[in-house]
């Protein structure tokens, strides 16, 4: 049965981000070793601690450090377990206006 679209309008109480929101400009500020984080299909990571595990190396996670790093990402072809291993360091996503693609 069709729902009534209703539903849709709740008050904002119950629309309540399920995660941490920040912008693009927030992100940027965590540009370096000592805090990275880098912006993966609008969900955000915080790699820090990671950056010495990259088996690519540090470095070209830096290059990409405080920005979107889901070209680079993609375009380097990253297996499934890159993939997986991603999830452990999300911390958040971006703010719904920041967001690319989906609106
Ligand atoms: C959370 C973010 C990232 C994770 C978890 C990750 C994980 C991995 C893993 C597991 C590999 C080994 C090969 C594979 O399984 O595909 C790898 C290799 C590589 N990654 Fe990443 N990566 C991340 C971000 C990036 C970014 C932003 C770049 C930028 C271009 C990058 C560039 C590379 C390159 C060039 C290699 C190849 C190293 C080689 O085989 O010589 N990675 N990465």
Not at 33 to 47: F, R
Not at 50 to 57: A, D, T
Not at 82 to 89: G, N
Request: proline share 6%; aromatic share 8%; with cysteine.
């Amino acid at each position: 049965m069709e729902q009534n679209n209703s539903k849709r309008e709740l008050p904002p109480l119950f629309e309540k981000p399920v995660h941490k929101q920040y912008s693009r400009t927030e992100v940027s500020n965590h540009c370096d070793a000592s805090s990275c984080w880098i912006v993966l299909d609008n969900k955000i990571y915080d790699v820090t601690e990671f950056l010495s595990k990259h088996p690519g190396g540090p470095d070209i996670i830096l290059e990409n450090a405080g920005r979107d790093a889901t070209v680079p990402f993609k375009d380097k072809g990253h297996s499934m377990d890159a993939i997986r291993l991603i999830d452990q360091y999300y911390i958040g996503d971006l703010t719904v206006s920041d967001r690319l693609g989906r609106h």
